[in-house]
């Protein structure tokens, strides 16, 4: 049983033109999401979190959108650059110490 | 500097030996975890831990063995009981205050 979906496993997006990379989960208890970057062979790299109280976190280009009812949160990109290109995972956290994580969408920017 | 290392970044061995996997954080973190990553999936926990000599399985831990026995390290040992043990390794610890998990670059391990 999946708690968290990533259902686009890639995306192709015009540099200089918004990403929009979708996660969904299904459990509720889950009270902080993150998001991370990930290049091959190296360990992803954390870009930005969110907590349920909140709807909306920004830092810089990336935003992240949480929809509590819909269970449904997503990462904007504004602007893509070429070296946003990387696998994107979405990560819900339940106070327990685990994460649990997507199978992750691969952003292709293109020059 | 602050982070997390993974040593060595490659591994090679013969099927049937054990091999460890070293993980180091200066960080202060007092959580650790072990996580596998397989070509087109998600990261699949295999151990945390939350304190010093304390640890508990995640959804993969057959086959795999760790310890706890300093907060900055938490080194994971891939046995031969371990049926496909070829994977990408992470290790990754955790900011108490913040919630917020941070990785390691990772260690290949491919088993010939």
């Known amino acids: 049983d999946q708690q968290v979906k990533q259902n686009s496993p890639s995306l192709s997006v015009q540099e200089g033109r918004i990403s929009i990379l979708n996660c969904d989960y299904t459990n509720s208890m889950f009270d902080y999401f993150l998001w991370y970057k990930k290049y091959p062979a190296e360990g992803p790299t954390f870009l930005i979190s969110i907590s349920s109280i909140k709807d909306k976190n920004e830092d810089g280009r990336f935003t992240v959108f949480l929809n509590k009812s819909a269970k449904h949160l997503s990462l904007h990109i504004v602007p893509s650059q070429p070296g946003d290109s990387a696998v994107y995972f979405c990560?819900?956290?339940?106070?327990?110490?685990?994460?649990?994580f997507g199978t992750g969408t691969r952003l292709k920017v293109l020059a | 500097d602050g982070g997390i290392t993974q040593s060595p970044k490659y591994l090679f061995r013969k099927e049937g030996q054990n091999v460890t996997l070293s993980c180091e954080q200066n960080l202060n973190h007092d959580a650790m975890y072990w996580y596998r990553q397989d070509p087109g999936q998600g990261l699949r926990l295999i151990y945390y831990s939350q304190i010093v000599n304390d640890f508990q399985k995640g959804d993969i831990a057959e086959g795999y063995s760790v310890s706890r026995e300093k907060k900055e390290s938490f080194p994971l040992t891939v046995t031969s009981a371990q049926k496909n043990p070829t994977a990408f390794y992470l290790c990754a610890s955790r900011q108490g205050v913040t919630d917020t998990q941070y990785f390691g670059p990772g260690t290949r391990l491919t088993v010939l």
């Open positions: 990560a819900a956290y339940s106070g327990t110490y685990k994460y649990i």
